[in-house]
């Protein structure tokens, strides 16, 4: 562990620097509008002209949204950034800046925090995102971490949940579900040398067998190191394409009843176009892919007239059109056979899972 927290502050500071190819021998120059970082009592940011400023808090707590027999702490800091990088994406904005607050126990070794900022700090170098202060404290409980990010979008230009109209189409990234097949099979995947740009080594491949073995490293991937969609959120905020814009985090179902509750309308989807994970029965996969979470794709909408504009692929991302937005509310699911059926959110809730 650290000595005191003057000694991570440093350690912080000169991670800060090297992780930016500065030197610690160099004056703490700080990058862009960021007027004053790591080692004052608050951080400095200036606010581009005709920029606005976006501001997102995601709590990551221990056995809440990680299990420290299961996810390496270097998949742990990923995740954790991972999700605020995400909320900025589904405003159509650019991430800036981190804040990070961590509190440990006592008896955490060194380098698992170590591999824990290096799994932030590898992410936010990809998305040139400067970690610019925090706070931290060992306490008797649990790990918690709370990671703020601030981004900016040009004024008039950010994407809410709010502006969906009946007619517009419903469009996701990705495939949904496979984040939380990973989570399912992490108790088989054995030692987890991994890094979070390559596949998973050291698998006990005897478990699995061909042709479905990549597809499960694929799902642990996404699970460990989801991939935030910053560049296709900026693009469908560039271009003017989507009515509504969010993130899947909690689950299809869940998420697309929150966007509809915002924009006061409903939703039907077709079964058939949902992108589910694959490897599994069609049932399975549905489920997984309605309800799954921590996918962290972007889920929006469209109008009619757009809707063509909207590649089949966004830098070897498959874009999804899977449903329409209705005027009578609440969420509707044609089946395989043609059927209607009413489609209750079960994602994840917190509040609900509690009870």
Not at 106 to 133: D, H, K, N, P, Q
Not at 320 to 343: F, M
Request: charged share 25%; hydrophobic share 40%.
């Amino acid at each position: 562990m650290f000595e005191n927290e003057t000694e991570f502050v440093r350690w912080l500071q000169r991670l800060t620097l090297r992780r930016e190819g500065r030197s610690a021998a160099r004056p703490y120059k700080t990058p862009g509008h960021l007027k004053l970082g790591i080692g004052d009592d608050a951080a400095l940011v200036e606010v581009a002209r005709g920029q606005e400023l976006i501001l997102t808090t995601d709590m990551t707590i221990e056995d809440v949204h990680f299990r420290r027999r299961l996810h390496p702490p270097r998949a742990v800091g990923h995740r954790a950034l991972a999700r605020a990088l995400s909320d900025i994406a589904a405003m159509g904005g650019i991430p800036r800046f981190v804040l990070v607050s961590l509190a440990i126990t006592r008896g955490t070794e060194r380098s698992w925090v170590e591999e824990l900022y290096a799994g932030m700090f590898s992410l936010a170098r990809r998305f040139g995102v400067t970690t610019i202060g925090g706070d931290t404290a060992v306490i008797p409980g649990k790990t918690f971490l709370d990671v703020i990010v601030a981004g900016e979008v040009p004024r008039g230009r950010a994407l809410r949940r709010s502006g969906a109209r009946p007619g517009d189409q419903i469009f996701v990234s990705g495939r949904l579900g496979l984040s939380a097949w990973g989570l399912r099979l992490l108790p088989t995947a054995g030692r987890l040398a991994h890094s979070p740009t390559g596949t998973l080594s050291r698998l006990r491949r005897d478990r699995w067998r061909a042709p479905a073995t990549r597809t499960r490293e694929e799902a642990i991937q996404a699970h460990l190191y989801p991939e935030p969609q910053c560049a296709l959120g900026r693009f469908l905020s560039q271009r003017r394409l989507a009515s509504a814009l969010m993130d899947v985090s909690d689950g299809l179902s869940t998420d697309l009843a929150r966007l509809c509750e915002a924009s006061g309308v409903g939703a039907c989807l077709w079964v058939n176009r949902i992108p589910g994970p694959g490897a599994f029965d069609a049932a399975e996969s549905l489920t997984l892919a309605l309800h799954g979470g921590e996918d962290y794709q972007l889920l929006f909408t469209v109008p009619p007239h757009k809707a063509p504009r909207i590649p089949s692929t966004f830098r070897g991302l498959p874009l999804h059109r899977i449903g329409e937005i209705q005027k009578a509310k609440g969420l509707r699911l044609v089946g395989w056979d043609g059927k209607v059926r009413r489609l209750e959110p079960a994602g994840w809730d917190h509040f609900r899972k509690s009870q």
